[in-house]
């Protein structure tokens, strides 16, 4: 009877560690995990910055001068007008009326005052297309921003020159300056093809074209 109460004993203590190592293997639960504080506190001031916008007026009117050179006829000052309607933000239609000088050839300088003609102005009369190419912003000081314009621009026209009008083909690009809401100022180069028969023979002309102005939306 002793030895079967020595093998209960036994079996009960190997049940009893077998239980405690059992729970003992059990993993505790990791700590719970609380979100990092912020390390630094920014202080940003922003700028009030004043910018140029163009108004909801679809017009704009200007006016321009530079230097043109005419082939074989030298450069002089020109001057003119202009006129565009801004069709959307990126196309625009615009007329322009330009006038310049013509000076002597080289035939007429040597040849000591024969002049192959008497009417030495050239006016040009242009409706050309422009796209605006590349929009972006210049700032100047630490307050002001000015939008600006890169265009590129061509068209079809009618030169008259030495009495006669010529069908003209113009090409070019532009840089516009929004100084104002209201006002911009362009820098231009054209150029100006036509033909021209006075030398004795025939011939594609190009006729260079520099301009500022200045325009106004309306």
Not at 62 to 67: K, P, T
Not at 120 to 130: E, I, P, Q, S, V
Not at 143 to 165: E, K, V
């Amino acid at each position: 009877m002793e030895s079967w109460f020595r093998v209960l004993f036994l079996i009960g203590c190997v049940l009893t560690l077998s239980g405690c190592a059992a729970f003992g293997d059990k993993e505790a639960p990791p700590p719970a995990s609380e979100p990092p504080g912020q390390v630094v506190d920014p202080e940003v001031e922003r700028r009030e910055i004043k910018e140029a916008r163009i108004d909801r007026e679809d017009f704009e009117v200007g006016a321009f001068a530079g230097i043109m050179s005419i082939e074989d006829f030298g450069s002089d000052t020109v001057y003119g007008v202009k006129l565009a309607y801004h069709v959307t933000e990126g196309f625009f239609v615009e007329a322009s009326v330009g006038q310049t000088e013509a000076g002597l050839t080289s035939f007429e300088q040597l040849s000591g005052g024969a002049l192959l003609f008497e009417d030495r102005d050239l006016t040009y009369y242009n409706l050309n297309l422009g796209y605006n190419v590349l929009p972006g912003e210049v700032f100047i000081g630490e307050g002001r921003a000015y939008n600006t314009n890169f265009y590129l621009i061509a068209g079809l026209g009618s030169t008259n020159f030495a009495d006669d009008d010529r069908f003209t083909v113009n090409f070019g690009a532009g840089f516009r300056f929004l100084l104002t809401d209201a006002i911009a100022i362009h820098a231009d180069f054209r150029d100006h093809l036509f033909d021209i028969d006075i030398l004795g023979r025939e011939k594609t002309t190009h006729n260079l074209e520099g301009t500022i102005g200045v325009s106004v939306f309306f």
